[in-house]
């Protein structure tokens, strides 16, 4: 049996395979970039999801936010708590979903990663025309909110 795709279909398969390439490439990066505050792109990831939503947040939030699964992320916290990056309170509105918020280590050590984030991502950056980065962002954007309607997640 021959698969049809049409050009569109085409066009995607090929974003989504960059998407894959580009993904396994950053997580690398991210761990490089990580480590001299001995963090990995995960973890770093998981701070990020909580120091960008300003509030704590629970598992299966930050999992929702960065596409992850809760069983990573719950691993993750496990790890993040246990270096004292992270604390766990009560949470009001489920009694087994606690909250997880940065700790002031935990802050201090992603603030010093966005340093050094922002000065990479520059780098990175250098000579790609913004015009083309918004576009890919809204064609990345929509592919994601497209995604989450599949599976019946809210955006």
Known sequence: MSSHRTRAGERTTELILSVFRANGLLLTAGD?????EEL?????????AIA???????????ARRMGLTRQSVHATVRRLHQDRLVSLMPNPDHRRSQLV????????????????????????ATGLPPADLATAVRVLDELCNRLDADRGVET
């Not at 990995?40 to 990020?48: D, E, N, P, S, Y």
């Not at 939503?53 to 939030?61: E, H, K, Y």
């Open 32 to 36: 490089e970039l990580a480590a001299a």
């Open 40 to 48: 990995t792109a995960a973890r770093w990831q998981v701070l990020g």
């Open 52 to 62: 960008l939503a300003g509030r704590s947040l629970t598992v299966p939030q930050i």
């Open 101 to 124: 918020r940065l700790t002031d280590l935990g802050t201090e050590r992603y603030r010093a990663m966005e340093y050094k984030q922002a000065v990479w991502v520059d780098e990175l």
